[in-house]
């Protein structure tokens, strides 16, 4: 009786646990964009509600498979990967049969080329020889890469599909390379074909059944590599009538040979100039000579008026004098010689710099701490100048003046430490360049060597004056080291012991006080730093 009612109360429970199971009632997809580009993924998620559903299972279905893919990553996550372009529908339906589906729409485009970049450094090719050519596409994940190649003169340039060039003959082409894709995205470079330098190499294979005043042209080696790239075109033409047999063999030699001899006299163009580049001061009265050396007639040309040349033409080997005119100008000129040499051509750069309004003898004097001794400064100059001091105890003869002229220097006796001043002096042709018209002039003068103050210089040997990087100081003592700059600032402070080099690394050029201090004694130098 008992196990009778247990049966019936679990049919009962299984009835009620099948009719009140939990249908899904919607579906949400969540997707970061609706538009993909072929060859990209993107993921979505699904969210089947209510969350307590009995059956949460879906089932994805695409409008076209062709367009994208499917894959799984996860429960309810989804990677959707774009295979071509056009219009995909997704669509997720719940599989508990309660009938409840979503759908979303996914754009799907290609990525398009926006520009194109040709990336050859070199636009110079030989005839016979092929170059790979590199184009950078730019986005360099765009979908299409594909790459179109055009040549505007194949005769002399050959392009394949794949961008090899091939020269063919000599001259210039423009090769063009744009995107199947977006025709607007392109590049272009300008091809210069020149001469192949495999002739020399190509004549000794090609003419092996010449007669031995070939090989012996071909092996002399007084005639330079131009005369036999001519004498291999010339070689070509013979074999060619000796192959084609259009004359008698011992005719078709002799017309070989013709043809070698014009191609050594008539074609034989050869020149070379000794210097590719001259350099001018602004005021130089000395002509430079360079050396021209050819085998025909030529003409030399200057696209500037102010180079003056001895000669402007002539034959064979010689040479020409340049001389440029002053430059009154505020800044370096240049100009290009051009050596023509019936269609060979080289070139000279001639180069010069402004003239200086004024020079001067000296830029550095000294003075003994009582010298009575004057001396001279000579000024260089076109203008009227004017020379002044910055310190008393310094005394020009003349402050002014005009023209070349010589000034005389003197100080007064030094009754205190060591000194410096400096003379400035000025041209009135300003120019814009303050190094032509304005001169210093620095003048330094010893101390008055007291000796119940100083120590006696013989027991302190500075090296070297001036000095670049570093110097020495030699002493048997142990001193204090200071050195001081022109406005009294102290740049360096150090004590050294007995012998000792001392870096100046970081300290700037120009004239500095320098203190070796003891304990009962003081030298001062003055010390020069380049």
């Known amino acids: 009786m008992k196990k009778g009612i247990i049966i019936l109360f679990l049919n009962i429970l299984f009835c009620v646990n099948l ?108 005839v016979d020889q092929s170059i790979l050519l590199s184009a950078a596409v730019v986005p360099f994940d765009a979908t299409y890469k594909d790459l179109v190649w055009l040549s505007s003169d194949s005769n002399v340039l050959s392009v394949t599909n794949n961008g090899i060039i091939t020269g063919k003959n000599i001259g210039s082409s423009l090769i063009k390379v744009y995107s199947k894709d977006n025709h607007n995205a392109s590049d272009s470079m300008l091809f210069t074909v020149v001469k192949s330098s495999l002739y020399l190499s190509k004549l000794e294979t090609s003419y092996n059944n010449g007669s031995d005043r070939f090989y012996q042209l071909y092996n002399d080696l007084s005639i330079p590599k131009c005369v036999k790239a001519n004498l291999y075109k010339a070689l070509v033409l013979a074999q060619k009538a000796l192959n084609n047999y259009e004359f008698e063999p011992e005719s078709s030699f002799r017309y070989a040979d013709s043809l070698i001899n014009k191609a050594i006299s008539q074609t034989y163009n050869f020149v070379d100039v000794s210097e590719s580049q001259l350099n001018f001061s602004g005021n130089d009265s000395l002509p430079q000579k360079i050396t021209i050396t050819s085998t025909t007639s030529w003409n030399v040309n200057s696209n500037q008026n102010w180079v003056n040349l001895n000669k402007k033409n002539g034959a064979g080997n010689d040479f020409i004098s340049i001389l440029p005119d002053i430059n009154n100008t505020n800044s370096t000129r240049t100009a290009l010689l051009t050596v023509f040499a019936n269609g060979i051509i080289d070139t000279i750069i001639i180069t010069q710099e402004p003239k200086y309004i004024l020079s ?54 030094n009754l205190g430490i060591e000194r410096i001043g400096v003379i400035t002096v000025i041209s009135d042709a300003k120019t814009i360049l303050k190094d032509l018209y304005m001169q210093t002039i620095t003048v330094t003068q010893d101390d008055s060597k007291t000796l119940s103050m100083l120590q006696s210089e013989s027991n302190i040997q500075i090296s070297p004056n001036p000095v670049l990087h570093s110097f020495s100081i030699n002493s048997q003592a142990n001193n204090r080291v200071q050195l001081f700059s022109s406005n009294a600032q102290k740049v360096l402070d150090k004590y050294v012991i007995g012998n000792e080099i001392i870096s100046l690394d970081g300290i700037s050029s120009g004239v500095y006080f320098l203190k070796v201090i003891s304990n009962f004694s003081v030298v001062s130098k003055i010390l020069i730093v380049e």
């Not at 009140?20 to 060859?39: D, M, P």
């Not at 339906?93 to 759908?103: A, E, L």
């Not at 001794?373 to 005009?402: C, M, P, R, Y």
């Open 360 to 413: 001067v003898s000296k830029t550095q004097f000294h003075f003994t701490t009582d010298s009575i001794v004057s001396k001279s400064l000579i000024i260089e100059t076109d203008s009227s100048w004017t020379a002044n001091s910055d310190v008393s105890w310094i005394h020009l003869s003349a402050q002014s003046g005009f023209g070349n002229d010589t000034i005389i220097i003197s100080v007064d006796s």
């Open 19 to 126: 009719f009140s199971q939990e249908k899904v009632t919607a579906i949400n997809i969540t997707t970061s964009s609706n538009n993909l580009y072929v060859g990209y993924s993107i993921n979505f998620l699904i969210n089947v509600l209510p969350i307590n559903a009995t059956n949460s299972n879906v089932i994805i279905s695409l409008s076209d498979s062709s367009i994208a893919s499917i894959i799984k990553v996860s429960n309810f996550e989804y990677d959707l990967e774009a295979l071509n372009e056009g219009i995909e529908i997704v669509t997720v339906t719940s599989t508990d049969g309660s009938g409840v589906n979503s759908t979303f729409q996914i754009n799907i485009d290609k990525k398009p080329v926006n520009s194109i970049l040709l990336t050859m450094i070199n636009s110079q090719i030989e």
